[in-house]
């Protein structure tokens, strides 16, 4: 008897995808026969609006171009700046922005330990995650004045001096959130139920990951420890000890093992900076006057490890004050088209949220 | 008499159904660390659901769908006496015995299955689909469970059920069938990790996905009335019922905090996980339960 | 009028004293339920979607108020347009708004549903919701802290119990040729079905 084959859109609409965008499946019972991604949903344009604009204004937008972890752009662009226009940063800024990055990749595992316990419904996991992660955001609006969007990172250095006792109560937080990190294991890492579910599913393995350009926990998850903070060094991360976890297995358990063993790296990295910052030392560099502050005829790469994988910024001046062009390279795209699609055929419809948290999937920055 | 015990049966099974709704909302939300509603949010819901100005329909066979749930329901709280004793609260429990039941628990489903399939939604198909599956394996730990008693006690009947449990009760009796029981009555109620029928990140809400307005609502009335029955049933079956309403709930709502509670620390099993699991475990514990005997 | 907090709470009584007065009292009954349930669309369109889950978790506890996060437009009261809309959103959400069932409220939340907020020069993202969809309450900031979306809940829980013809779902019915006609503007020929046509062989 032939079987009937029907299609359905998972998303946009959808409380199981990872944003705005829609994952197109053709099923037969529940096993997925085909799938294919569609974004599109979320473009704003970033590279074209980032054309007409100077430097102090498109700093503005770009942390909006990732909402559930924005640093690594603002990074990214000032890393991009200051090596286009020749800028050396403070010691103690360095410190401050490796701080920042740091809390923002602490952030973005809470929140993705929300999305991954959501999508097996461990709601509880969920809520006390996302509470946790709050007490960061907290962190942040006393140092930037900012919840989500913070527009710290500037060419040159950070814009606003720590407040009084930030370090103190970033320690304080620290200690809590490793508490809470052993509560976690109990209840989601460590949960029979969550280990059936997770373990076998939504495989990635072989040399050929390395070939296709995946990054983040999807390498790490099956045994290559790559990590852009130790192969290619920005800021201090050179002078900091951390370690990169990594698992064979290459399933969705391996990779959410992967982000558990990360947040404890983020919290020792933490632990380092407090230690070490200089406790003067200016944070910011004399820039031109903003209308002066113009880039060189040169084009520039720049990729920082964000919580889910290379982020990467490709940009070019051309000796006036706009930027002539800005490329982003996040690791969703890659993730979400080459690697979901194969991935989701053979699988069950329930395990489509799964596989998608797992790979950290973010639609904003794979349209921009 | 009889149809004024009827109505008394029905109000307190659909007063307490909501305020258990609530109840779980507000546990859950205490687990979770924060307040929760009010106790009387569900009951608030499904108000304003009968009142909202729209329902979408696609033609009678969806209005009859959520009816025939209703019904199935109702008949489940009037065939199952509240107390072990006295005149009063007993429903039509002297005219039906547990078989009745256990055959009437199959309706609801049914009727959702006719409904849903008229809506020709297939997120609702396959919640509907994934729902008689799991209703396959659930009922052959609880049937297991559900005999045992009945050979224990030498009938079917209600009353003696409860009588034979008057010095100790079937729980501490026969314990290997109450563990049997109760993996399968939380998959009833819908908890984790059994909870694959309306499973949110999957099929959205399931067979309830193109239920609206009051459709919705009297969806909503049936599963707290239905699932305080399926309380009803647990309590009668092994806790040696009631003796006064008091007691009733008392029993209820520790057996309602125990399902809640273990529900939310639980991931969801995938269909054919849960199927897996509920004819592994409970059914084998059933077996061995019977075979004690 | 007078600045100052007593000021303050004396106007908002005298206005509950005036729906009151207006309405019976099943009205005001049905008005109070559908005030304290509020089911809301599980639909991301933005970056604001982000600030939801801190309103939905333990934090923030948004379900004290009765508001409620549901899968399917056909259950929900409530559509949160999170932030900026893309056309190709939009039509997802025109479609979204238009299964939904009566009576239902939409909350604008960040500036770029006001007037395009971050994007207003953005080739791919509409400036002003309102031409399209009729917004019952916007909640401006980029982004809206989870207390102002509470904010907004409250003041739409106000709107909702004053029970006014102003509501967003009578001006839809009403205006549907001017929200028909910017939307055919804005999609051109890739047009979707009319209001009407969506419950074709259906009885209402």
New interface residues.
Partial sequence: MERKVITIYHGPQHPGITGNMSVELDLMGETITRARTHVGYLHRGFEKLIERRTIIQAFTIVCRICVPEPDPNEANFALAVERLAGIEVSERASYIRVMVLEMARLGAQLLWMAGQSGSVGLGTVGQWSIYDRDLILDLFEQLTGGRVYHMYIYPGGVRRELPDGFLERLSALLDYLQKRLDAYDRLFFDNASFQKRAIGVGVVRGEEVLRRGFSGQVLRGCGFARDLRRDNPYLLYDQLEFDIPTQSAGDVYARALVRRAEMRESIRILRQVIAQMPEEGAIMQKLPKHRKFTLPKEDTYVAVESARGEFGYYMAGDGSEMIRRMQVKGPSLIHAFSLLEPLLVGEELSNVALIMNSLGICPPEIER | MLLLDLLLMLLIAYGFGFLYYGLYRNLSARVHGRFGPSLAQSFSDSIKLFVKEESTTFGWMFYLGPVIMASGAVLNVLFIPFLNQGESLQGLSSYGNLIVVLYLMVLGPLGNALGVGSSGNPFGVMGVTRGLTRLLALELPFYLAAIGVMIDAGSADFGIIMQAQSTQSNMFAHPLLFAAAFISFLGFMGKSPFDVVGAPQEVYSGPATEFSGKFLALLMSQSAMFSFAKLLLMVNLFWGGADHLGELVAKTFVLFVAATFIGSVYARFSTVQSVEFLIRIPTLLGIVGLALL | MDEGFIPYQQSLEDEEQSIKSTQSVIEQA?AW??A??M?V???????G???M??TF???Y?I??L?V????????A?ILIVSG?C?P??LK?VIR?YE?????KYIIGLGSCTINGG??W?????IKKLDDFLPVDMYVNG??P?PEALIEGFVKLQEKIRANSSEAGYIQYRTRYAHYRANQERLFGTQVQPRYEEN?AG???
Avoid: W
């Fill in positions: 049905i339920f559908r304290h349930s089911f669309l599980a639909y991301g369109t933005g970056c979607a982000i600030e889950p801190p978790t333990s934090r506890d379900e004290r009765g409620v996060g549901v899968a399917t437009p056909r259950q009261d900026y893309s190709k959103t997802r979204s299964q939904m069932s009566e009576p971050m994007y020069d953005s080739y791919n993202t980029c982004m802290r419950f259906m009885n209402l």
